[in-house]
């Protein structure tokens, strides 16, 4: 490896699922947070002949960062994103056999990349998922789920209780700002944005970028900031929200979407789901629980 770059690999956890709904700018992903009821009578043992915790694995991805600190190369990362809690009742089950694999793997850092309580509000189930991380470098961003954006709402009720129940469970939580990380000698930064950037004002989005200097690693709930983000700024950005979904159920996002909307002609397009955006390079996880459907077809668990 050549001495100008460092190598920041990444161990990341997902478990692929389609979801629904669409984001302000347009873009379909993630789940809607919904107060509607919903079924429950599919079993992921009916669906796929095993259990959801069964399907969960571990994926490696290494991605080069320019000008990384040398106490920082190789470090590793676990990823979690789209716990989708209250959703289904394997979802909880599902979100703990993740974080118990990513600890397993033995990583330097946690990331959790938005949408834990997708429906109702049992906060306390998202705390018993986090446990395992207790006391462990933990860093997390809010989804869509996790926050209502409402401008009528006088309290984001959601997002109070989101950020209250990852705080107790000892998770420092990003909401456009960077926390610092020290690793074998050598400081940088991991800096985390809200899940709503992608809709505000353009003179917003260049204050929140202004206000987080350049950083190793960027986090985001939506994968359109790596569309926003100044060039050369965050050259590692992770993201969730899409679910990498490839059912043909109308409303579901699929990953051609962003292949053809989103990051038209960008290298390595497609299951990969790497992407080098204005000289950074974003991964899109796909995931820990089931969405609105327990099901997929033509995107295998990974």
Same mark, same amino acid.
């Given at each position: 490896?050549?001495?100008?770059?460092?190598?920041?690999?990444?161990?990341?956890?997902?478990?692929?699922?389609?979801?629904?709904?669409?984001?302000?700018?347009?873009?379909?992903? @993630? !789940?809607?947070?919904?107060?509607?009821?919903?079924?429950?009578?599919?079993?992921?043992?009916?669906?796929?002949?095993?259990?959801? %915790?069964?399907? #969960?694995?571990? %994926?490696?991805?290494?991605?080069?960062?320019?000008?990384?600190?040398?106490?920082?190369?190789?470090? +590793?990362?676990?990823?979690?994103?789209?716990? *989708?809690?209250?959703?289904?009742?394997?979802?909880? *089950? %599902?979100?703990?056999?993740?974080?118990?694999?990513?600890?397993?793997?033995?990583?330097?850092? =946690?990331?959790?990349?938005?949408?834990?309580?997708?429906?109702?509000?049992? =906060?306390?189930?998202?705390?018993?998922?986090?446990?395992?991380?207790?006391?462990?470098?933990?860093? !997390?961003?809010?989804?869509?789920?996790?926050?209502?954006?409402?401008?009528?709402?006088?309290?984001?009720?959601?997002?109070?209780?989101?950020? *209250?129940?990852?705080?107790?469970? @000892?998770?420092? #939580?990003?909401?456009?700002?960077?926390?610092?990380?020290?690793? *074998?000698?050598?400081?940088? /930064?991991?800096? @985390? %944005?809200?899940?709503?950037?992608?809709?505000?004002?353009?003179? +917003?989005?260049?204050?929140?970028?202004?206000?987080?200097?350049?950083?190793? #690693?960027?986090?985001?709930?939506?994968?359109?900031?790596?569309?926003?983000?100044?060039?050369?700024? =965050?050259?590692?950005?992770?993201?969730?929200?899409?679910?990498?979904?490839?059912?043909?159920?109308?409303?579901?996002?699929?990953?051609?979407?962003?292949?053809?909307?989103?990051?038209?002609?960008?290298?390595?397009?497609?299951?990969? +789901?790497?992407?080098?955006?204005?000289?950074?390079?974003? /991964?899109?996880?796909?995931?820990?629980?089931?969405?609105?459907?327990?099901?997929?077809?033509? !995107? !295998?668990?990974?």
């Amino acid at each position: 490896m050549r001495s100008t770059l460092g190598a920041l690999a990444l161990s990341l956890l997902f478990f692929l699922i389609p979801a629904c709904g669409r984001d302000a700018g347009g873009a379909r992903g @993630g !789940a809607a947070r919904a107060d509607a009821a919903v079924p429950d009578s599919l079993s992921p043992r009916s669906v796929y002949g095993a259990t959801a %915790v069964e399907n #969960v694995r571990v %994926v490696p991805v290494e991605i080069e960062v320019r000008d990384l600190p040398p106490g920082w190369s190789g470090m +590793r990362i676990a990823a979690l994103s789209d716990f *989708q809690l209250g959703l289904w009742s394997d979802n909880e *089950q %599902v979100a703990r056999a993740a974080v118990e694999k990513a600890v397993a793997a033995r990583p330097d850092i =946690y990331v959790l990349l938005g949408d834990y309580v997708a429906r109702g509000r049992d =906060y306390a189930a998202l705390e018993r998922v986090l446990a395992p991380l207790r006391g462990k470098p933990v860093f !997390a961003v809010l989804g869509h789920a996790d926050d209502e954006d409402d401008p009528r709402a006088a309290v984001d009720s959601t997002e109070i209780l989101t950020v *209250q129940a990852l705080a107790r469970a @000892g998770v420092t #939580v990003l909401r456009n700002a960077r926390a610092r990380y020290i690793r *074998q000698g050598d400081t940088a /930064f991991i800096a @985390g %944005v809200e899940p709503y950037l992608a809709r505000r004002p353009d003179w +917003r989005k260049a204050e929140v970028f202004a206000g987080l200097p350049a950083s190793p #690693v960027l986090l985001t709930h939506m994968p359109v900031v790596a569309a926003l983000a100044p060039t050369d700024k =965050y050259p590692a950005i992770l993201s969730g929200h899409t679910f990498c979904g490839q059912v043909e159920v109308p409303g579901t996002p699929r990953l051609t979407w962003l292949n053809t909307e989103v990051f038209p002609g960008t290298p390595e397009p497609g299951t990969r +789901r790497i992407y080098r955006i204005r000289g950074n390079t974003l /991964f899109v996880t796909c995931g820990v629980g089931f969405s609105f459907i327990p099901v997929r077809l033509g !995107a !295998a668990p990974e």
